[in-house]
């Protein structure tokens, strides 16, 4: 199964605090380690209340041109 890739923003106390770009393979959606707080920013302190989806993609590339 191909890969998608997705672009996402967490949102904390009302406000963006963090863009990211995620992927989606198969039965396993890292959407889900998102959540549970095993991204990037979440080593750092962040604790999200929304993650909102922007779009998919089946390219990386374009994927992290549009988080950028």
């Not at 949102?11 to 890292?30: F, W």
Request: net charge positive.
């Amino acid at each position: 199964m191909a890969k998608i890739h997705y672009v996402y923003l967490a949102v904390a106390g009302g406000r963006v605090e963090y863009v990211g770009v995620g992927r989606r393979s198969g039965r396993y959606d890292h959407v889900d380690t998102h959540i549970r707080g095993h991204f990037s920013a979440a080593k750092r302190g962040l604790r999200a209340n929304v993650f909102i989806i922007l779009a998919y993609t089946r390219s990386r590339r374009l994927a992290e041109m549009w988080e950028a």
